[in-house]
């Protein structure tokens, strides 16, 4: 290998002056690279491209496995007249905005020391990435354990600073419904904030998740000329400065794609959802369908009451949801991010 | 004077920002940390001691756990041979086709590779329906191809695999040429030696999304013995009910081989997926 090296450069460094069009090997066309994407495509085709139209035609239909029978449009208008779709799309948006805004936040922040030149900044990384690393259902049980009424880490360090303890993943009751209680009052149903059980999971979620943003940021800041910097800090310019003219808007294409990706993943989790209830003893979605989001629901249509046709009609509803928010994110970030 | 005072400052300024990070590495780490030594508590302490240290250092639990699960070097041998079975096939299925994508001329070729690249679009719950249909149709339910074969090519992988192939200079094509090498030979002899660190990234994520894979397995399986180390952890969850010593020293048996390889290739990790995340961001 070692000998066969030079030559390769020398003849590279020969060809380097060559204008590239001369030797008209582009524009030939190779029939074999057909067979070089075939498995792929055969793999992918089969498992991922056709089961998005058969997944249309199955929401289409209705009854056992082997005995569909078309029905239109049926499943779409029962389940966009369900109040159970309804609300588990509300539940699906408020778990998105609980996960999201923090975790991107949090993910830029730490990034952003770490970017200021810290010792050890490796070692800090390998230590923020690890969550991400382990399994949902692992780490899931750690968790149910640290959110536990009566023994949990959670409660403990509630109690420290003098609030009162919570029940966690088992409490359906919203959060603010929980504090106006504790006031001795009550609040109207649209008021009571999203469930302390969904906001347990969404802190996992958070948990989880965090290092993932981490690197991302880190490896978009660190693409960030130094000079830019140095130049506006001879000018004068402060941390937050410097900060807000200079890392905000050349760190946006990053910021672009970290909010693209965390919106798809956060409107389709599902994985950290089953997870938590499990490890508390809870039905999937429970307790009382607080945490029962699309995913879930679709997931219980399909694994607990085998409605094919009808959970088919949910996840296609829901690639709708995912692909308008896609789109509104291009249309308003991505313009921003091109000025 | 002003000098001292400024180093000073930096200085305490610095000592800030590692305490904020050291936070967030508490923040990060202690679930591990306390998940490891409530695993050697006894029931009783387990159940309703807050201190982080076990009084008493129970190691035997880890092989009560172990026998507990009586299925469960089952479970590490399906994920293991489902994990490296699932990598070989992306890494063979995605050098191919990456491959054609970056170098080779053929007509359709960028309507193919959008199509290709729109299937990372589409939610995996729209394909589990029409999947777990597919799978009933084949007699793949409760058996090993159902868990490998679909996912042995991923768009993914094909897209961080052409971005790097992308790099390789042409007129080391053009020299193999001259040496009397065609499409395969180059792609073997040259490009998949210079490709390795992009090589390394494709078959780790691959294979922590295969270990860590969870609702596709629990839909497809029905018995222990096909079952998945993360499926079976979730059934030990309800078997387990109160004994969270157990649970726990479960958990650790089933996380701590990710986390060696973790630690060991940390950087393939952590680089692949900054890559990647610059790409799609720019």
Known sequence: MAESVPPIQKIRTLEVDRPRHVSGRQRKIEWTAYLFILPAFVILGVFHIFPVIYAIFISLESGPINKFSFVGLQNYSAALTNPVFWSSLGTTFVYALLTMPFTIVLGLFFAYLLFQGVRGQDKYRVAFFLPYVISTVGSSVVWAWIFDPSNGLANFILERFGVQPLRWLIEPTGIFQIFARQAGGSLPTWAQGPSVALIAIAIFTIWQSMGYDVVIFLAGLTNIPGELYEAARIDGANAAQLFRYITIPLLAPTTFFVIVISVIASLQSFNQIFAMNTAAAQTLGGPLESTNTLTVYMFNQLYTYSNYGYASTIAVLLSIVILAFTLINFKVLGRQTED | ?282
């Open chain 2, 1 to 282: 004077m002003n000098l001292n005072r400024d180093r000073v400052r930096n200085l305490f300024g610095r000592l800030l920002i590692h305490l904020v990070l050291l936070a967030g590495v508490i923040w990060s780490i202690f679930p591990f940390v306390w998940m490891v030594f409530t695993s050697l508590k006894s029931y009783v302490e387990a159940a309703a001691s807050q201190s982080l240290l076990p009084t008493q250092w129970l190691f035997s639990n880890y092989l009560t756990a172990w026998n507990q699960v009586a299925v469960f070097p089952r479970y590490f041998a399906n994920t293991i041979f489902i994990a490296t079975s699932t990598v070989l096939g992306v890494l063979v299925t995605g050098t191919l086709a990456a491959y054609a994508f970056a170098r080779m001329q053929f007509p359709g070729r960028d309507v193919l590779f959008m199509l290709l690249l729109s299937t990372m679009m589409v939610p995996f719950e729209v394909t589990l329906v029409p999947n777990f249909i597919l799978m009933r149709y084949f007699g793949w339910i409760n058996h090993y191809q159902a868990l490998i074969i679909p996912w042995t090519a991923s768009a993914f992988s094909v897209f961080l695999l052409r971005q790097f192939f992308r790099s390789i200079p042409l007129d080391l094509y053009d020299a193999a040429v001259l040496d009397g090498a065609n499409h395969l030979q180059f792609l073997w002899s040259i490009v998949v030696p210079l490709s390795r660190p992009a090589l390394i990234t494709s078959a780790l994520l691959t294979f922590l999304g295969s270990w860590n894979a969870l609702m596709w397995p629990l839909l497809v399986t029905n018995t222990p013995q096909m079952r998945p180390i993360q499926v079976g952890i979730a059934s030990f969850i309800t078997d387990a009910g109160t004994q969270v010593q157990l649970l726990l020293a479960a958990v650790t048996i089933s996380v701590v081989p990710v986390i060696l390889l973790y630690l060991v290739l940390q950087r393939w990790f952590i680089e692949g997926i900054a890559t990647v995340g610059i790409h799609g961001g720019s």
